[in-house]
C-alpha cells in the first residue's frame, strides 16, 4: 500500500478493557507512520480511563468524519452521549448501547470507503440492545449489515503465527452441535477458508485440516458416526471437484498433541471451544480474530472483555496490536491479489485434480 491505511476503531464495552488496549496502542511511539488511527467510542470515556490509569495525557483529535483525519496523532469520532457513565467491572445496559452505537458508526463510514478496515474492541453480548443487535456476535452482524448473498456467510478464523482455525459452527450449544452439521456446511466452510488463505494471507496452494467430531475419530463407528456419513464425504468433496488440499477428519486430541499441526496452513474445527480452546492455550495474549469471506476487513482481539482486571493496568494490548497489523498486511494482500488477478489468462490446459500424487495423511488415534 503505497498510502497509510485509516483503521477505524470501536471501543466495545466502556466498562471493560477496551480503553486501556486502545490507550497503550495508541500512546506507542511513532505508531501513527504505519496507519491513521480513528477510534470510533467517547472523548470523555477516553479520558476517564487515562486518568484512571494515571497515564500521560494524550489527547486525541476529535473529528466529525473521516475526512478530517490526522495522520500524525489518534483520532476519535464521538459517537455516544457526553453523560454516559461509566462502572467498571459491571455488564449495564448503557454499556451495550454504547457499544452498538459505536460499531454503528463505523460500520456506516467503512461501507462508504471512509476509513480502510475495522479493528473491534470487545463487546459483552448478552448486555447489547438486542432489539437493535439481535445476534450473537460480531461475525453475524457483520455478516448482516454486508447483505451477503444467499447461501454465503461470514467465516470467524482464530490466527497467531502460522495458525489459523476456523469454525464450521460458533455460538451454538454443544447438544446441537451434530444436529447442525452437514457436508454441504463442512464443504462451504472449506471453501471459505481456502478462499481466505490465498486471498488475504497471500498462501498459495494451501493445505487443510478437518479435524474429527468424536472421540478417536468415531472409532469406525464405535463413538459415533458422524466423521464415516458427513465429514469425511466432505473431505472427499473438497478435494476430488474442488481440488482442494483438505485432509482428516483427525481426532482433535491427538491432532493437537502432535506435530501435525504445523503440516498445515488452515484447521477446521467443528464446533466452538475444540477449536479455540487450544489455540487460546497457546496464544492467549497475541490472538488475532478475523472475519472471513467479508468485502470489508475487520480484525479484534482474541479476548473478552475483563472485567476482572479493568482499571488495574495490566491489560496487554499486544492482541490488539496483533489485530491491527493483521488488518493491514490483509489489506495489502487483497490489493495485490485482486491486482494480479484482475485480467487472468485463458486457460489453455486443464490440471488434474491430483496432479500433486498427495495422499491423505493416515487418521491418527490413541489407545487406551
Not at 466495545?12 to 478493557?17: P, Q
Not at 492482541?319 to 491486482?339: C, F, G, P, Q
Request: hydrophobic share 40%; with cysteine.
Amino acid at each position: 500500500m503505497n498510502e497509510k491505511a485509516k483503521i477505524a476503531f470501536t471501543h466495545g464495552d466502556i466498562n471493560g478493557i477496551s480503553y486501556e488496549i486502545l490507550l497503550k496502542l495508541l500512546s506507542t511511539k511513532d505508531i501513527t507512520k504505519l496507519f491513521t488511527p480513528i477510534v470510533y467510542g467517547s472523548a470523555k470515556v477516553s479520558a476517564y480511563y487515562r486518568k484512571v490509569l494515571e497515564m500521560d495525557e494524550m489527547p486525541w483529535n476529535r473529528i466529525e468524519n473521516p475526512r478530517e483525519a490526522s495522520e500524525s496523532e489518534p483520532n476519535l469520532i464521538n459517537c455516544v452521549s457526553d453523560d454516559l457513565i461509566v462502572e467498571m467491572g459491571k455488564a449495564t445496559p448503557e454499556a451495550g448501547i454504547a457499544s452498538y452505537e459505536a460499531l454503528e458508526v463505523a460500520m456506516k463510514d467503512l461501507l462508504a470507503g471512509e476509513v480502510d478496515a475495522l479493528v473491534t474492541a470487545p463487546i459483552n453480548k448478552s448486555i447489547m440492545p438486542h432489539d437493535r443487535f439481535p445476534y450473537k456476535g460480531h461475525t453475524a452482524y457483520l455478516g448482516a449489515k454486508c447483505h451477503l448473498e444467499k447461501g454465503q456467510s461470514p467465516l470467524m478464523i482464530l490466527m497467531a503465527d502460522r495458525l489459523k482455525v476456523a469454525l464450521v459452527t460458533e455460538h451454538i450449544p454443544l447438544s446441537e452441535v451434530s444436529k447442525t452439521l452437514t457436508k454441504e456446511r463442512i464443504v462451504a466452510k472449506v471453501k471459505e477458508l481456502h478462499s481466505s488463505l490465498i486471498r488475504d494471507f497471500a498462501i498459495d496452494n494451501p493445505r487443510i485440516a478437518v479435524l474429527a467430531l468424536n472421540p478417536h475419530a468415531g472409532d469406525i463407528g464405535l463413538i459415533g458416526d458422524e466423521e464415516k456419513r458427513i465429514i469425511l464425504p466432505a473431505v472427499e468433496e473438497c478435494r476430488s471437484n474442488l481440488a482442494i488440499k483438505c485432509f482428516g477428519p483427525y481426532p482433535s486430541d491427538g491432532f493437537w498433541g502432535s506435530s501435525m499441526l504445523m503440516r498445515f496452513d488452515g484447521v477446521v474445527a467443528m464446533y466452538h471451544d475444540q477449536g479455540l480452546a487450544p489455540f487460546k492455550a497457546l496464544y492467549m495474549d497475541s490472538g488475532v480474530n478475523f472475519t472471513a469471506g467479508l468485502p470489508i476487513v475487520r480484525t479484534s482481539p482474541d479476548h473478552g472483555v475483563g472485567y476482572d482486571i479493568v482499571g488495574k493496568g495490566i491489560a496487554s494490548e499486544e492482541s490488539l496490536r496483533e489485530a491491527t497489523y493483521t488488518a493491514i498486511d490483509v489489506l495489502k494482500n487483497r490489493r495485490e491479489h485482486d491486482l494480479a488477478t484482475r485480467n487472468p489468462l485463458r486457460k489453455t490446459y486443464y490440471a488434474s485434480n491430483n496432479s500433486d500424487n498427495e495422499v491423505l495423511p493416515p487418521i491418527a488415534t490413541d489407545e487406551d
